[in-house]
């Protein structure tokens, strides 16, 4: 019957024609290919019979070998059991000599079976790793045993003062240590705090002698260049030096390592090398002030100058020396410089003093001519001497504020003296007669506060500072003394008519007795005295200015 196949694409016929010759290939096959055939064949059967052979037949004897090699695997399985059987025996107070011996030897065997074995045996190796850690136990217990009594043999060797033979006792009892704690014992049979501890004191005996040793060379040192040796100082500080520096390399994680120490002593024995420059430094130095007082400028400025270079010389040659001091040659500087600007600063004095004459006579065009000249002086002796000390700064102060307002001089002083009366049974003494207008505020301290404005009007809103500040710089145009009324001055003029708003005018700052004081009194509009605090502003406060000129002599 015809049975369907190609998945629904037809039925297939697949019926058998026993009735059909055999066709033939076009070629007939080779001879080569023919005996390639057979001898594949030939292989398979002699494959089929060697395992018949080998496995068919009943097995074979063992030989001479095999039988010797099984009997040695027996006799160490059973002197390994034997080993076990002893040690679980031994007593505790048992020598450690024995215990050591049977551990050893069990070890050596059980490596010995470990190799023997084939194929080898897992278990002969976990038996093998218990067997080295029971013998790395004891071990480590022994030798913690003797690195104690060591310790202990340390110990009375101190106290005896054998020095030389503890060390040796402590050296091999942190030997032994060492080995306990690097070995493959379990970690309780260790202990690295007992290790630093043995090493602290072995780093104590060793080091404490030679830090005593540097000490003494460093103390000896100090004294030598305190008397002048300056030889033996410096081969002593060299051996403090070596001493300190060994500390340093042989014990750098011990509380015997200096650094710092190291740099001090470096630095002791620069300051030392640097102490003549430095002797001579101080001479010259002192004598370049004697010169000086004595009014030898040149011969002052000469010293001077070979101070400063014995202190350059200190600076550069001698850097690790304590004595190195930019600021010692700037201080040497600074003297040198006020030796130099010193006549230009009394040639600025005797000129600030022409000036402040001249204005104290109106003498308004000489002053401006001198205070050019003097102004210049200062600039220039500034510029070329700006360390110098002795400038004063008030006159400093004084001069360059003349300088900018020197225009305005003749406008300031002839606006003063328009308000000025004299005060009754004062020869030089004058008071404005009417409170300070703003216009003359303005022009003296370039800025008006007054809440009520008005060139005219007085100037209001200034506290006590703003007020004697004014009178500061009026009195450096006039070239007199000028302040604020006392308390007696305004009651002396309180009934003149000349003087105006002294009642019912704004309030009126007076002097005060004390500058440290937190109020200063006020002159209210009825007449009384009031304290006030210093630094109060108000709309209603103004003040008026005392001169102590003559009128009459600068009219």
Known sequence: MPLPFGGGRGWVNLAMNYDKVPELPDEPVKPAARRAVWLAGGLLLAAAGAAWWQFGRDPAAPTAGQAQLAGDIRGLEARLEKLRTGLAALPENSPPAARRALLEEAVTRQDELMRRRVPPATADGVRLSDWQAQLADFNAKDLGRQSRELETAATEFLRQKQTAAAMEKLREALRLQREINRGMSDRQMKSYGREAMLQQQLEDLTAAPLLAEGQQALAAAR???????????????????????????????S????????????????????????????AFQQQAAAAATAGKLEEAD??????ADRQQIINTQFPQSRFVSMEWLEQIEVERQ???ARPAIETLRVGDGVVTGHLRRREL??????????????????RQWPKARGFDEELCERLNYLARRSADLVGIQDQTYDLLLPLPGRASGALLK??????????????????????????????????AEFCRRLGWVLGAPVRLPTVAECRAVAGDPAFKDLVGGLDEWLASEGSDAATAPVLTPGGTIQETPRTELSRTTGFRVVVEVDLLAAR
């Open 338 to 340: 006020t030796l130099r």
């Open 223 to 253: 004294t030598a260049a305190a008397g002048g040796s300056w030889t033996d100082a410096l081969r002593l500080y060299g051996r403090a030096r070596e001493i300190q520096q060994q500390l340093n390399t042989e014990f750098s994680r």
């Open 365 to 382: 065009f000489q002053a401006q001519q001198q205070l050019a000249v003097t102004r210049q002086l200062l600039e220039d002796a500034m």
């Open 255 to 282: 509380r015997f390592s200096d650094l710092m120490a190291d740099s001090r002593i470096d630095t002791e024995i620069a300051s030392l090398s640097a102490t003549e420059a430095l002797t001579q430094r101080d």
């Open 434 to 467: 009417t409170e300070l207008p703003q216009a003359l505020f303005a022009v003296v301290m370039n800025t008006n506060p007054s809440r009520n404005p008005g060139r005219a009007q007085p100037v209001d809103s200034v506290n006590h500072a703003e007020a």
């Open 302 to 307: 000469r010293l001077y100058a070979l101070a």
